[in-house]
């Protein structure tokens, strides 16, 4: 399954770095594109809880908003 999900601050290639290590490191996350200038997140997955990908987004101080 494929997500696109919008944030609030990501605002540079090292938060985007971030944001895709951390979702990346969620077991059933396949990858994971970030995109400071859309402020977006796509991320391709199965068997993964959507709440669990927002959290790793949110941890690295990325706000989920969609």
Do not use: R
């Amino acid at each position: 399954m494929q997500k696109k999900i919008y944030v609030v601050g990501m605002f540079d290639a090292e938060t985007c770095a971030k944001v895709d290590a951390a979702v990346k490191a969620v077991a059933g996350v396949s990858n994971c594109v970030s995109n400071a200038e859309k402020s977006q997140v796509l991320v391709d997955f199965d068997g993964v809880d959507e709440q669990t990908i927002n959290a790793a987004i949110a941890s690295t101080g990325v706000e989920v908003i969609a």
